[in-house]
């Protein structure tokens, strides 16, 4: 369910956020109760009401800073939809001496990593090493190299690989720019080594990991373009991709054509890979598209979306709120792809163009960001919900 563009015009809706309001003042009203820093992982009474709240939350308690102020950590982890859940979880709490609160796990020194390995999985990590390289979508996948791994399905190995990147990393990072975590054995010494999908000649020591993404994140960064807003001229590249027929689809699943200047982000959003709009935008703008159901021939389809492109360009360029970067057509739905830097504003000035010019009340803004997943906006106030979103 949504909690950003949450209005009151679904009762089901307004009924369901405020059981999860209600429920998270009793959560926080338990934590008072609580308290101390080294019971609240333990009782079984805080972690039931965060249950209530919703079952895929976790509960952690990070380390006292330098200003002694402990933080309680309420995450989806993997589960990135519902970070603006936890977000109105978070909102929620008093402020109390000596704690900070937050919807992710920060990056952690070496040593602290090293113990959360082994306190969660028993693995010792010491010695590990780690390779990274970017592919499709600028992901990178990361490949971690331990003693005792039997093998890449080493599940074992998989999950204490997995709480060491995120320990070095922190969540935010994790999510937004690593693909994949893989493990494999670390290579034999002496003076004869197979080279092959396992060799380790271009790893590092895993203690460097945190300095090694962060370097390669500023690489991929410093090559992104100025605010896309602020720039209406780019190259154009036009997509073909396949769809199977159905009688309705789910996000942009019956796409079959598309114009766009930023074709490997939109690559990426079509093939459901993880997606973080700062990984194609450093300036904080944030991507979407316009989906609505359309009717007629694909002629007239296709000059009804132009027309809506040609009034959308003019009016977000001329209020710096955003940009169209594409649009295409699918089986049913029409598109135009979008880069917000004031997505309130652009938001706006996006209902009231496509509303002037008639589109079906079956029209939406989805949201790119695996965080905004089940985030949307109506072109009207009583759109129903689109196809495929999620009730939990």
Known sequence: MRFRFATNADENEVRAIRRIEASADRFWQRFAEVGDPDLVLEDRELAQRLEEIHPRLRLDVEPAEGDGSHALVITPEIERRLIPLAEAVVARASSRKNWRHATGRSARNWKHALERVRRETGANHERARARAGFRRGHLLDIVVYTDGCGGHEDEAALDAAYVAVEALLGEECLHEWVGAISVAPMPRGGPLRLVGADDDTTSFPLVDLADAVDAAVRGVTDELPGPLCADASADWTLLEMEAEPGDDYRGQTDRVLASTRMPE????????????????????????????????????????????????????????????????VGLRYSYVDLALSDVARATETIRGLAQSQKVSNRSWMLFFDDEWADEWVGVYGDSPAPPGMLDD
């Open 265 to 328: 982000m939109l690559k990426c959003a079509l093939e459901e890979a993880a997606f973080a709009s700062s990984r194609f935008s450093k300036w904080g703008e944030r991507f979407c598209t316009l989906k609505m159901d359309a009717t007629g021939t694909q002629e007239e389809r296709l000059a009804k979306r132009l027309a809506l492109e040609d009034a959308l360009g003019p009016s977000l360029h001329r209020e710096q709120s955003g940009v169209v970067v594409g649009g295409g």
